[in-house]
């Protein structure tokens, strides 16, 4: 951006300001002569200057003055001054110079080719600190619009955040009594067929009920709200409770369901076991749902060990259907499936993953998986904990 550059020239002898004026000739600097000490004060009000070219003897006020007043003003005193004078080049009259607030002193004769690079390097100068300004206004100006966006999204967040939390409990309300008397009906004297529709209700209401623990999950740990909470607790009354919840579907399925813990791992930890419950309940309800036969895996080791912290590997293994190499990058974003297929023969929301992704980086962990389309899947995560004490 091309600012216009005005330039001062103080001297009462118009003779000087026509051989200054020569010297710039081709130049786009505007220049301003000014007679005297207090016409140059006038024009500093009226207009921006990028350089003052000043002589030191002038009747009524010399230069030395005129240099005190102009830096006095907030306006002007930032303003290069040139002294161009007939006075001695004694140390006497530099000194007086630098302390009225000149950056440089050239004595007549001078050489011409040596004030117009001074000149040119000063305007250089000035150019780049208005260009400087206005990027800093500009940066300002995009600070601002982004502050007003964050407030507005922060309060978007909030509006949605208590929209879900109270949906949630008004939806769960009737959701558990449906659950309930779904649980009557399937101990009742049924018939077959009222059976079947006893059943078809409960485990539509557990699936609704997943459902809305997922979205909440989402938005809690989206905006921020998610906190771990550290406790002692047994990794191996952790791990056996939660896999201890799906034997039944997996004998119903006829699927083995392992576990082994590395001896290096110590017994008692101190993390979030709730929150590991929850990524490996989704892990490994996951590979159940996506086998029908064989098994699946579940291995935990010590991958580091510093002082007292440590880092352990989870690695759920199936022999299900498999992850294709090219629906990879899709696995851990919200609200997506691998295939429409899927999501119609086995349902969910696409959240589990990215919640499990979440929660693992909440932890100081990280989760991935390995592709073997059609020979099952394995999902490796890791998580920071430390090793914990017996009261």
Do not use: W
């Amino acid at each position: 951006m091309e600012y216009p550059v005005h330039i001062l020239i103080v001297d009462d002898r118009p003779d000087e300001f026509l051989s200054i004026q020569a010297l710039l000739a081709g130049s786009s600097y505007k220049l301003i002569h000014a007679s005297s000490g207090m016409e140059a004060l006038k024009y500093l009000l009226e207009n921006e200057y990028a350089l003052i070219i000043m002589d030191v003897l002038m009747p009524e006020m010399d230069g030395f003055e005129t240099a005190k007043r102009i830096k006095m003003r907030r306006k002007s005193r930032d303003i290069p001054i040139i002294f161009l004078t007939a006075l001695t080049s004694e140390l006497e009259n530099h000194m007086m110079a630098y302390s009225a607030g000149a950056i440089d002193y050239l004595t007549k004769p001078y050489h011409p080719l040596i004030l117009r690079s001074k000149i040119d390097g000063f305007v250089r100068l000035y150019q780049t600190n208005k260009e400087l300004q206005f990027k800093s206004q500009e940066l300002e100006a995009a600070n601002r619009v982004l502050t007003e966006l964050k407030d507005t999204a922060e309060v978007a967040l909030r509006i949605k955040s208590g929209f879900l939390a109270m949906m949630s409990h008004e939806i769960r309300t009737p959701l558990n009594g449906i659950i309930a008397m779904s649980d009557l009906l399937r101990t009742s004297d049924l018939s077959k067929d009222d059976q079947e529709m006893a059943e078809i209700i409960h485990t539509s209401g557990h699936a609704l009920v997943s459902v809305i623990n997922h979205i909440l999950d989402f938005t809690k740990i989206e905006s921020g709200k998610m906190e771990l909470d550290y406790e002692l607790f047994n990794l191996h009354s952790c791990l056996k409770e939660t896999i201890d919840l799906f034997r039944a579907l997996a004998m119903e399925r006829n699927l083995t369901l392992e576990s082994y813990i590395d001896p290096a791992v110590p017994v008692l930890l101190v993390g979030d076991p709730n929150r590991l419950r929850q990524v490996l309940n989704n892990l490994i309800g996951n590979a159940i749902k996506f086998t029908t036969t064989g098994g699946v895996k579940i291995r935990v080791q010590l991958q580091t060990a510093i002082d007292r912290m440590l880092t352990l590997e989870f690695t759920v293994e199936d022999t299900g259907i498999g992850i294709p190499q090219d629906k990879m990058s899709y696995l851990f974003q919200p609200f997506t499936q691998i295939s429409s297929t899927i999501n119609r023969k086995f349902g969910g929301t696409g959240l589990g993953l990215s919640i499990c992704k979440m929660l693992v980086e909440l932890m100081g962990g990280e989760i991935y998986a390995k592709p073997d389309a059609g020979q099952g899947a394995v999902f490796v995560f890791t998580i920071q904990v430390s090793e914990g004490q017996p009261d």
